[in-house]
């Protein structure tokens, strides 16, 4: 073989050995105290659930002008470190949980792909966290014409610190 071709073996053979390594690192075991969503929401107890700039009251009309999805869309929101197995927040970190309802009386079609969504806090805008797509989310893309009704959740990786945000529809 020439010189090129085992260079090329081995350096296939090392990146094998490290997905191996790493499958079994990261695999882990389904263990009891695992904590899905539904135990780890209390973390409130310890710290103040952040508050969302959006009222779920009535819409302020000068901000929001009719046919926003702002006028339409409430939510609340939990802190956690841990959504299932295999998200867990970064020391300083939360995973801050929107759960969204959108009851669209208005007359345009809304998308709640979470690639629509941002979320900013702090001067900086998060996008949707990799955690929305868990089996503890379930969160799916659909479209909400009018008169239409939904509920979904977002996921973002936030530090623990923050207080006040905002939510950020990007449409088309």
């Known amino acids: 073989m020439s010189g090129i071709v085992k ?21 882990g075991s389904e263990d009891s105290s695992t ?12 710290q103040d659930n952040a508050e969302g700039k959006i009222t779920t009251e009535e819409p302020d009309e000068a ?23 295999y998200y867990i927040a970064p020391s ?3 995973y801050l949980i929107l759960d969204l309802h959108l009851d669209n009386t208005g007359t345009r079609t809304y998308n709640t792909n ?13 996008n949707t966290d990799a955690a929305t797509f868990s089996e503890e989310i379930d969160t799916q893309s659909v ?15 936030v530090p623990s610190t923050t207080t006040d ?8």
């Open 7 to 27: 260079k090329l073996l081995m350096g296939f053979g090392a990146l094998f050995i490290v997905f191996i390594i790493l499958a079994v690192l990261l695999g």
């Open 35 to 46: 904590a899905n969503i539904a135990s780890t929401t209390n973390i409130a107890q310890t």
């Open 63 to 85: 901000k929001y002008p009719e046919g926003s999805i702002y006028n339409y869309l409430t939510f609340e929101n939990s802190a956690t470190t841990r959504i299932g197995s």
């Open 92 to 94: 300083g970190y939360v």
């Open 114 to 126: 979470p690639f629509f969504w941002n979320l900013k806090a702090n001067g900086i805008t998060y």
């Open 143 to 157: 479209e909400v014409g009018p008169g239409g009704s939904y509920d979904w959740k977002l996921v973002f990786l």
């Open 165 to 172: 945000f905002e939510v950020i529809y990007n449409s088309f």
